[in-house]
């Protein structure tokens, strides 16, 4: 008889799934301080490479959910090994495009490392103990922000002193690292989900979510209230509510809706798309605000580089306080780091809304709205992890993920509008109020994220023959038998 594998010791598991976390999370904000140079280089406007953003961000919004649920099926090492090695060839695309429409596919490839995160969940929730599961989340999901952080600095240092060529490569190599590191030491799930690609359900979800991100991303110049805007953005929620009434109907559906109306579910997700709303707000004010001429009155007149700096304090608080996040989820459940990373948040941008005419200032409330993104980000994937079946852990977090990448276009566009709309013809930079009123807006975002999190209803917990009976998950040959928390703090994945 074939004996199992031994366990591979989490502390193996864990560094690899921070660095391809941190890929990831690098590639969202380090082409920001490039946009300009970008530009020139291609001999094109601004306007327009600003589709290396929109098109990275449309195609992870996209294939997140796609690559979680097939992780559920066919293993969530694989898809790992998979989204990586995606993201590199997106890279070097990009890296070796001589003109926008490669550099720009290239970051379309790149998007498929948006399956990272719930492949990454996937695999703490199959491999740790449930003692030390918190904190993992906590810590993988904390790159995101730190990640976004380091991701302005890194580009700011590139763009200052090299080529912004050296931005995609950056990320190639660390996703080539950590697809081969996932290759040769991570195990292979032990929970999977029999099933068959959900294909109408994808092409249904690419393009309810596709097109009104378009607009979002456009609103800024087609106008909010346009015919363009409001359109696409009617148009594609109308085929979300079609996609949510056909997967309700199909026997292998790409995501269960029922688990997604599951009210803890729900209401997290809600919670989600506020405070991805809030951190991607800051990451645009911030460095605009501290590159503004002195001129202007209120700007710090600094490079890029000098803006990251302003930035990297604020997102290594997301190192204390994503693992924080996950012993207070340990001792209290996930409710109260959700709900206390809200009010931080609210409470940094609210300063910062009083008062940002000192870098010591901006430097401080950044700080303080980055550690309750902290908090926040890290209890969301366990409150998620913590309400629905081992085998349907990638969809769920995949769709969490879906979620934030909307909040953060959300928020993206809403602040850029709000400071375009404070720019005359006398004057072409945005106002000292417009940033004020740009970071209330961004509180009231976090502290309805506080708000939502109160009343989140504690998750039913899933007994172990949950998973075969409701999902059909199988253990592989030679593998444990799957659970949803067949990981014991006593058993061998502890070491």
Not at 20 to 26: G, K, M, P, R, V
Request: glycine residues 14%; charged residues 10%; aromatic residues 6%.
């Amino acid at each position: 008889m074939k004996q199992p594998q031994e366990a591979v010791p989490v502390a193996r598991i864990l560094p690899i799934l921070a660095l391809a976390a941190l890929a990831f999370s690098l590639a969202q904000t380090s082409i920001v301080p490039a946009i300009g140079q970008l530009a020139v280089s291609l001999h094109t406007s601004t306007q327009s490479v600003s589709w290396t953003l929109t098109g990275y961000l449309v195609s992870a919004a996209v294939l997140t959910p796609v690559l979680g649920r097939l992780g559920d099926m066919f293993g969530k090492r694989r898809l790992l090994v998979v989204s990586l090695v995606l993201f590199a060839a997106g890279g070097a695309v990009a890296a070796l495009g001589e003109s926008l429409g490669l550099v720009v596919a290239g970051r379309v490839l790149m998007g498929a490392g948006g399956g990272i995160f719930p492949l990454c969940f996937g695999i703490i929730r199959d491999e740790f103990p449930a003692g030390r599961r918190p904190g993992a989340v906590g810590l993988v999901s904390a790159t995101a922000g730190i990640g976004g952080g380091i991701g302005l600095l890194l580009g700011g240092l590139l763009v200052d002193h090299t080529s912004y060529k050296w931005i995609f490569w950056a990320g190639t190599a660390m996703a080539l690292i950590a697809a081969a590191g996932a290759q040769l030491v991570l195990p292979e799930s032990p929970v999977r989900t029999r099933g068959r690609v959900d294909v109408p359900g994808t092409v249904l979800l690419a393009i309810g979510v596709t097109v009104p991100l378009i607009a979002i991303s456009k609103a800024s110049d087609w106008g909010w209230g346009s015919g363009r805007t409001l359109g696409l953005i009617v148009g594609g929620l109308l085929v979300l509510v079609v996609f949510g009434l056909i997967e309700q109907r199909v026997k292998e559906p790409l995501v269960d809706m029922t688990v997604l109306a599951r009210p803890p579910v729900l209401i997290t997700n809600i919670a989600t798309l506020l405070v991805g709303f809030s951190m991607f707000g800051i990451f645009l004010l911030v460095p605009q605000l501290a590159e503004t001429p002195k001129a202007s009155g209120y700007g710090f007149g600094v490079d890029a580089t000098h803006a990251g700096l302003l930035m990297l304090p604020g997102s290594l608080m997301m190192i204390v306080f994503g693992p924080l996040s996950g012993a207070l989820t340990r001792r209290y459940g996930g409710k109260l780091p959700l709900a206390l990373g809200g009010l931080l948040t609210a409470a940094g941008l609210a300063l910062l809304a009083a008062e940002h005419g000192s870098q010591a200032a901006v430097l401080g409330f950044t700080m303080v709205v980055f550690s309750g993104i902290g908090l926040a980000f890290a209890a969301m994937p366990n409150l998620i992890v913590d309400a629905v079946p081992a085998a349907q852990t990638g969809q769920a977090t995949g769709v969490n993920a879906l979620i934030r990448s909307v909040g953060s276009s959300l928020g993206t566009q809403i602040i850029a509008s709000i400071l375009a709309g404070s720019v005359t013809a006398a004057s072409p930079l945005p106002t000292d109020n417009a940033y004020s009123v740009a970071f209330g807006v961004g509180a009231a975002g976090g502290l309805v994220a506080a708000i939502a999190a109160v009343i989140i209803p504690r998750a039913s917990r899933h007994p172990v023959l949950s998973v075969p009976q409701e999902a059909g998950a199988v253990a592989q040959p030679g593998g444990p038998a799957p659970a949803t928390d067949r990981a014991h703090p006593d058993s061998a994945r502890s070491r």
